[in-house]
């Protein structure tokens, strides 16, 4: 005797396949939610510097990081719990900068020791060098005469190792959207000054800088 051999209908193919449209549009919509979700704190970075920077100022009439008066400002009596700068009303050293007397990390050190951010207030710690939500580095600046990218403004604050898919996302919240012109410029870096990249790619991870 033969067999009867079934096999699926039109209708439960359909359901099916509407299923899994269903399974992979609820992947997608995750994904897009988590992204957002990385550029919203990435965004946040860069909107607290300028915030402490002046808060700061108005708070000791100095540049944190500059301030000649920092540890009668921010140590308990006959302590020295952080370094003064030179006052010469800008910060000095690399955003991406590790040197303990550099201002650029002092900068740290002085908005913390003042109550403005969280984090580690020895410069010494492990965990001392601020990061952002992807693990890259933060930083912060003068823009001086050769400013990261070429970033307008005063100063310029640089976060490390954002995905490009995040890039053109952030630029979008803060600037015109486009990483190679306005205010805020994403580059490529390998140990140096970040260099322009004139096209973004999903999968590589970049220096983006704002000037304020």
């Known amino acids: ?15 099916v396949l509407v299923i899994i449209g269903l399974l992979l549009g609820g992947v997608l919509k995750g994904q897009a939610l988590i992204d957002s979700a990385k550029v919203k704190n990435l965004a946040q970075d860069f909107r607290n510097v300028p915030t402490m920077i002046y808060a700061y100022q108005d ?12 540890p009668g400002h921010l140590c308990p009596s006959a302590s020295t719990c952080t370094s003064a700068g030179d006052a010469n009303g800008m910060i000095d050293g690399t955003w991406d900068s590790t040197a303990a007397t550099d201002e650029s990390v002092l900068f740290w050190q002085h908005v913390r020791l003042a ?25 912060v600046q003068s823009a001086g005469t050769t400013p990261p990218l070429g970033v ?17 996302q952030l630029d979008s919240t803060l600037d015109d959207g486009d990483p190679e012109t306005g205010s805020m410029r994403a580059g490529l870096s390998s140990g140096g000054a970040p260099v ?9 991870a970049y220096v983006v800088c704002l000037g304020v």
């Open 1 to 15: 005797m033969r067999t009867k051999q079934t096999g699926f209908t039109l209708v439960e193919i359909s359901i």
């Open 115 to 139: 109550g403005l951010t969280v984090g580690a207030t020895n410069v010494a710690d492990a965990n001392f060098i601020p990061t952002n939500s992807e693990g890259g580095r933060i930083g």
């Open 196 to 204: 322009s990249a004139a096209n973004i790619a999903d999968g590589t």
């Open 59 to 70: 708070k000791f009439r100095a540049l944190p990081g500059d301030d000649n008066r920092a």
């Open 152 to 168: 307008p403004g005063g100063y310029a604050m640089c976060s490390a190792a954002v995905p490009g898919k995040l890039v053109v």
